[in-house]
């Protein structure tokens, strides 16, 4: 089993920064990618980012404000989110892949609040 914990949600204002993380342990050999979503009251879960060893794909309604990264040699992935609006107010999960024992398998964060006031 692999657990993610998210961590690095909470109250901001519109125009500040926020640096999620989302921590992997578990019993796993290696990461093939990583994603984070967001879901606002009322909204559809939604694909903010997306990370393997060789794409990065970002959204274009965050394209430029928010970033992906991944640090292996702490089993850590982050979002970097600049320049944040109140329409960015949402829960934000993480999702990733993960080699284990029992082949390919894939886990999600228990998410984490975001609001952004004006």
């Known amino acids: 089993q692999v657990q993610l914990v998210e961590s690095g949600g909470g109250l901001v204002q519109a125009g500040e920064s926020l640096r999620l993380s989302c921590a992997a342990s578990?019993?796993?050999?290696?990461?093939?990618?990583m994603a984070w979503y967001r879901q606002a009251p009322g909204k559809q879960r939604e694909l903010l980012a997306h990370?393997?060893?060789?794409?990065?794909n970002i959204a274009d309604s965050v394209k430029g404000r928010f970033t992906i990264s991944l640090d292996n040699t702490k089993n850590t992935g982050y979002l970097q989110m600049n320049s944040l609006k109140p329409d960015d107010t949402a829960v934000y999960y993480c999702?990733?892949?993960?080699?284990?024992?029992?082949?390919?398998?894939?886990?999600w964060g228990q998410g984490t609040q975001v609001t952004v006031s004006s």
């Open positions: 990370l393997t060893r060789v794409t990065t």
């Open positions: 999702n990733a892949e993960f080699n284990t024992n029992w082949g390919r398998r894939d886990y």
């Open positions: 578990g019993s796993f050999f290696g990461q093939n990618s």
